[in-house]
């Protein structure tokens, strides 16, 4: 089993649609929760950025981490075209432990 | 957020050559830098890490002399790719992290021909 899961996609949505993207994870110690976009041939964004357990708002943008259940998600509102990127969860525990990432989803939001 | 340069952004090669990739924080003193490998669609993998004036730890499966890491300063993080053969074709990023987050460079697409 790997640490992070996250389904690949491809995802394909209207314009004006609620994405929600998710990712599993099996550590318990993990603590910093990431989600980046990844646009082609660009390196990673970061996008949000939750410690532990609740509830993160930037515009569009929700995160939510849920450790009980070892689940975080990114909700997206009203996708636009320009949100047509691939998404990566990634988490580590505390200190400066590694980064782990998850597969990615590719989303295409559609006009 | 901390902002990454990494450069060149692309660079093709030829087969025996060696390539340098710089890695730079520009507002972030990074003891430790965080380079990785990515092959088209599919997610990043933790090539090494870079550790400030000691030698980067690398991943295992990860070869060393193949793969030179440097860190001589606090915002300088440079990886050798050392006699280039088309199977390490790949996009390589670079990253620094604080406290909490993580940062990624723009990445340097290799070509080697």
């Known amino acids: 089993q790997k640490e992070v899961e996250q389904d690949p996609g491809p995802l394909s949505v209207p314009e004006g649609a609620i994405v929600s993207l998710n990712c599993t994870y099996s550590?318990?110690?993990?603590?910093?929760f990431m989600w980046y976009r990844q646009y082609s041939r660009k390196g990673p964004e970061l996008l949000m950025y939750t410690y532990s357990s609740g509830n993160k708002e930037d515009g569009r943008f929700t995160a939510q981490v849920d450790k009980s259940s070892k689940y975080i998600s990114l909700f997206i509102r009203d996708s636009q075209p320009s949100d047509s990127a691939t998404y990566l969860c990634?988490?580590?525990?505390?200190?400066?432990?590694?980064?782990?990432f998850g597969a990615g989803t590719r989303l295409a939001v559609h006009p | 957020g901390a902002v990454v340069s990494q450069h060149p952004s692309r660079v093709i090669c030829k087969s025996g050559t060696s390539v340098k990739i710089e890695c730079r924080s520009l507002?972030?003193?990074?003891?430790?830098m965080f380079w990785y490998r990515q092959f088209p669609k599919k997610s990043l993998m933790l090539m090494a890490t870079?550790?400030?004036?000691?030698?980067?730890?690398?991943e295992q499966g990860v070869e060393k002399d193949k793969f030179l890491i440097n860190h001589a300063s606090l915002t300088l993080s440079t990886l050798t790719v050392t006699s280039a053969h088309p199977e390490d074709s790949s996009f390589y990023i670079c990253?620094?992290?604080?406290?909490?987050?993580?940062?990624f460079g723009q990445g340097t697409r290799l070509t080697v021909v």
């Open positions: 870079s550790n400030e004036g000691s030698k980067a730890t690398y």
């Open positions: 990634a988490m580590r525990a505390g200190g400066y432990n590694k980064l782990i």
């Open positions: 550590n318990s110690a993990f603590q910093y």
């Open positions: 507002d972030f003193q990074a003891t430790t």
């Open positions: 990253s620094v992290q604080s406290d909490t987050e993580a940062f």
